[in-house]
């Protein structure tokens, strides 16, 4: 029999590949199948799958190498198979593999072996994990865990894009926190710091789920509120203001540190950019700071 496959791509697969005949004797078993089996080719090819050497079961514990093949069903139907298996690795621990069977025929159009491709799932888990941390790391602010600067423009850039299309509204909330140096200059940065987080928790725990909250920098946080109007954001922005207030730090020296807010706000106008929407917003927040700290002023 001359099965034709490329010799130069499959042994490189990160995949498991390996291919039995008719008789489901492995007449192929590439590096991807040593890596995550144990076992090496020479203990394995030309010996038949039915021996049981991978003892694939499912996850009711049926021997599927005895009973309920998928490569068996292959070579009988031509039909491709997925199944989620366990497969046992010479070691003797079990191993979760997504696993594939595909037909391969000669050029009679009859089926002459079956090709199984199995995946290490671990593998792809610890991808998946690793692609949410980094894309993680990459929007969150390091130290607040709320959203980062970056992750903000993007999000506003968004929000526009919709607000045009669809004809709807947000608003844009800039907090500092008031006399934020004076907390460094009196406890130390590291206190700052805590205090941040604080702040930024705060405000991350009182917001609704369609709305972000991002660090800007420093002190200060903007915010992107799904308000449809001027009331709604304020009665946002005061709940923040307060519940600030009323939030503390407390350092090991039992003193409780409190902070306030100052808070600026403005509602998507249809000629805005982000640039006027949060220059406008920003023009708020000083107005506040400037009459007095503490309070909140929206338009």
């Known amino acids: 029999m001359n099965i034709k496959y490329n010799e130069d791509l499959i042994p490189y697969l990160y995949e ?3 291919v039995v005949d008719t008789k489901r004797k492995i007449i192929f078993w590439n590096s991807g199948s040593e890596r995550i089996t144990g076992y090496k080719q020479n203990e394995v090819v030309n010996s038949f799958c039915y021996n049981n050497i991978l003892q694939h079961v499912d996850q009711n514990g ?3 190498c005895l009973a ?30 997504m696993v594939k069977t595909l037909p391969i025929y000669d050029s009679n159009d009859k089926i002459v072996a079956a090709i199984e491709v199995f995946t290490d799932e671990r593998f792809q888990k610890q991808i998946y994990e690793e692609n949410v941390q980094l894309r993680d790391e ?3 602010d390091a130290l607040t865990k709320v959203a980062n600067r970056k992750f903000f423009d993007f999000q506003i850039e968004q929000r526009l894009e919709e607000a045009r299309m669809f004809s709807n509204t947000f608003g844009v909330l800039v907090i500092d926190i008031d006399h934020f140096k004076k907390v460094n200059d009196t406890y130390g940065h590291l206190v700052g710091d805590e205090v941040l987080k604080i702040v930024a928790q705060t405000l991350a725990s009182n917001v609704d789920k369609m709305d972000l909250v991002s660090r800007w920098g420093g002190e200060e946080f903007t915010l992107i509120i799904h308000s449809v109007n001027k009331e709604d ?3 946002v922005a005061e709940r923040l203001r307060l519940t600030v207030s009323a939030s503390s730090y407390t350092p090991e020296n039992g003193e409780n540190i409190h902070v306030t807010v100052s808070i600026g706000g403005s509602i998507l106008r249809e000629s805005d950019t982000a640039k006027t929407l949060l220059k406008r917003a920003d023009d ?3 107005f506040s700071k400037h009459n007095g700290r503490n309070q909140s002023k929206i338009d």
């Open 233 to 235: 954001l304020f009665k």
């Open 62 to 64: 049926k021997q599927l």
């Open 16 to 18: 498991g590949v390996y």
């Open 138 to 140: 990459l929007r969150t």
């Open 284 to 286: 708020n927040m000083y």
């Open 68 to 97: 309920g093949c998928p490569l068996q069903k292959t070579l009988e139907d031509g039909v491709m198979n997925e199944a989620h298996v366990f497969l046992r690795h010479k070691e003797g621990y079990r191993v979760p593999v």
